[in-house]
């Protein structure tokens, strides 16, 4: 009789009841979808049969005890192997569970005999339920630590700092930095309030090589002074909707999607300003204003923004209609898990003596064709992908298009750009990621009444992110910029950086 009440509690135990809801589906390794739920009749069981050995035991369980429960779908999963904590903190549950019975009046459910095992086994189990009471204990008191040592209920303080040596075939080296503290604040689970300090001296690269096309991902010197570089607000009805509204440091790029994952970050992406996403579709006028993301289906989204130049914004004298602006649309397409495509438009203006069509990634001409003799307008078209073809490799790329009109004078200008970028995931170490990445630089090649890009420049990077930790990535990188300023008589650009990102 002891070794079938033994067996009968083996068999049951998977779907007891735990001490909690958090110690059971910790323990368990659950979900939200696996959470247990009460029985009670051992016929709501669907995968148990009255054929099986186990049937009758877990019907008196259930009847005699109501000390075991099932899960949602109905189902016992009677196969699946248990610790011998889990059954110590089972056992003890179902122990307590005839001890109330006891106390009730109810004791004439439960033999003489079922108490003599329970205590049994109970006594069995003292030392693995005394461990779960201390981890218990443990968790209680870390959890007082946090609670007691948090920055804030609402806001979580995250950081990035960047030291980075860069060497050129122009000059010597320089070592720099750039530092960012983020607070990240929600106050209701679905959204974001978002607080970005910054200090830089990374150099702009283009006082030594001469082209803008040699810059940098990360570069902004203004000799390590802090700045409040980022201030904006999103929020989500957490199915269909999302929306944004900024007054500083509101990008194209935060609000429309860049489909090139492993690369478009400035921090441990790429090093190049160029290879980070379209400047067709994703640079222009911005800082402050507002985007609006609808999903249209699982698989498709629609994204629209209106953003300015923070600086021209917040002056009286022009304000949030007058200044350099940039408005689009952006549609999101994943077909599969693995594969993404986007197609964007985006309408720029820049007032005279503003104009830079190509947001300092191509030449002096194709920055403003027109020679500072007008304000400028910008049609761009942009299509990307993006294919994670096997858990090795991803690949993926963009084309772009773009027209700019000039305002007050008879001139229009064309511009095309590519790239594309081939990564292998988890070289050497889970986490490093080896990319190569590059393409046709913004290149004007026709400009109506002025002179046009006449040779084309193109950009090669080769890279290597290595994660330390999950706080520390190191990335050497190489890159080259051939007949910068599409000019072929121009000598190429060779430059290498050593990237060490910090990160809490």
Same mark, same amino acid.
């Given at each position: 009789?002891?070794? $079938? ?27 939200? /979808? ?17 054929? #099986?050995?186990? =049937? ?54 439960? %033999? ?17 339920? @005394?461990?779960? *009471? ?60 978002? &607080? ?14 001469? %082209?803008?096309? /040699? ?16 201030? =904006? ?21 935060? &609000? ?25 579709? +994703? ?11 609808? $999903? ?40 599969? $898990? ?8 985006? +309408?720029? =203006?820049?007032?005279?003596? /503003? ?32 294919? @994670? ?20 004078? #008879? ?14 995931? #988890? ?10 990445? *590059? ?16 040779? %084309? ?12 930790? @999950? ?7 190489? =890159? ?25």
């Amino acid at each position: 009789m002891m070794f $079938k009440k033994i067996r009968l509690f083996f068999a049951a135990m998977i779907i007891l009841i735990l001490p909690s809801p958090i110690l059971a589906q910790e323990t368990l390794g659950l979900d939200a /979808s696996d959470s247990l739920g009460q029985i009670t009749n051992v016929n709501q069981l669907e995968d148990v049969q009255p054929s #099986d050995w186990a =049937y009758q035991a877990l019907a008196s369980l259930v009847e005699r005890y109501g000390c075991i429960a099932g899960y949602p779908d109905g189902t016992f999963r009677g196969n699946r192997a248990l610790t011998r904590y889990e059954f110590a903190a089972a056992l003890d549950t179902c122990l307590q569970q005839v001890q109330q019975l006891i106390d009730s009046g109810t004791a004439n459910l439960a %033999t003489k005999e079922d108490l003599e095992t329970l205590r049994r086994l109970n006594q069995e189990f003292q030392a693995e339920l @005394k461990t779960l *009471g201390a981890r218990v204990a443990k968790l209680e008191e870390r959890t007082d630590v946090l609670e007691n040592n948090q920055f804030s209920t609402t806001t979580k303080l995250t950081g990035e700092a960047i030291f980075a040596p860069i060497f050129t075939d122009k000059g010597e080296a320089t070592l720099s930095d750039r530092v960012r503290l983020n607070f990240k604040t929600s106050f209701t689970g679905k959204d974001l309030l978002k &607080i970005r300090f910054q200090a830089n001296n990374v150099p702009n690269l283009s006082a030594v090589t001469g %082209t803008d096309m /040699s810059r940098t991902s990360f570069d902004a010197g203004n000799n390590n002074n802090v700045s409040l570089n980022e201030v =904006y607000y999103r929020w989500s009805d957490g199915k269909k909707s999302q929306f944004w509204i900024g007054t500083v440091g509101l990008d194209i790029d935060d &609000i429309f999607i860049t489909g090139n994952p492993n690369l478009n970050s400035s921090g441990p992406g790429t090093v190049t300003r160029f290879n980070r996403y379209n400047p067709s579709t +994703h640079r222009g006028p911005e800082g402050a204003g507002v985007g609006l993301q609808y $999903k249209l289906s699982d698989q498709a989204d629609l994204i629209a923004l209106y953003v300015t130049d923070s600086i021209q914004t917040s002056n009286p004298n022009q304000g949030f209609f007058n200044s350099n602006f940039s408005t689009g649309l952006q549609l999101n397409y994943k077909p599969t $898990k693995n594969l993404n495509f986007g197609v964007a438009y985006l +309408h720029t =203006y820049y007032n005279q003596g /503003s104009v830079n069509l190509v947001s300092s990634t191509g030449s002096p001409i194709g920055k403003d064709p027109f020679q500072g003799k007008a304000a400028a307008s910008q049609d761009g078209f942009g299509l990307n992908a993006d294919l @994670k073809i096997n858990e090795k490799f991803q690949a993926g790329g963009w084309i772009g298009y773009s027209q700019a009109n000039a305002q007050g004078i #008879d001139s229009q200008a064309e511009l095309w750009n590519w790239n594309a970028h081939f990564s292998v995931l #988890d070289v050497g170490k889970e986490g490093a990621i080896l990319s190569l990445a *590059g393409g046709q630089l913004p290149r004007a090649g026709y400009v109506k009444g002025f002179p046009s890009d006449k040779d %084309t420049s193109y950009l090669v990077e080769l890279q290597y992110k290595y994660p330390v930790n @999950k706080n520390i990535t190191i990335t050497p990188a190489l =890159y080259a910029v051939f007949n910068p300023n599409h000019n072929n008589s121009n000598d190429p650009v060779y430059i290498g950086i050593v990237r060490t990102t910090f990160s809490f």
